[in-house]
């Protein structure tokens, strides 16, 4: 399995930004695709964005289209979510996802808070 642990989440105002970090560690031969997921208070956690771990291959949300981010860094073992024109309804737990040979791996998940 691999370990993930994610940072950079916090309280900011509508129009702001955040970029999110996280570092995975343990057998990151097995990768193959990382992910970022969000869940809202009282609903269920869903797919923000993801990237192939060798190829950069992308995919976003609907919602987060044109606004978010996501990059990889593998020299620093590093995913990244940038999120720009942050909304009200963006606020919710963040969690890293890493998609492995063998199964799936997550963080414990960044609060980001967007205020009106």
């Known amino acids: 399995q691999v370990q993930l642990v994610e940072s950079g989440g916090g309280l900011v105002q509508a129009g702001g930004s955040l970029t999110l970090s996280c570092v995975v560690s343990g057998r990151t031969f097995s990768l193959y695709r990382m992910g970022w997921y969000r869940q809202a208070p009282g609903k269920g956690r869903d797919r923000v964005a993801t990237i192939t771990w060798s190829g950069g291959s992308s995919y976003y949300a609907d919602s987060v289209k044109g606004r978010f981010t996501i990059s990889r860094d593998n020299t620093k073992n590093t995913v990244y979510l940038q999120m720009n024109s942050l909304k009200p309804e963006d606020t919710a737990i963040y969690y890293c996802?890493?998609?492995?040979?063998?199964?799936?791996?997550w963080g414990q998940g960044t609060q980001v808070t967007v205020s009106s």
């Open positions: 996802n890493a998609e492995r040979v063998g199964g799936t791996d």
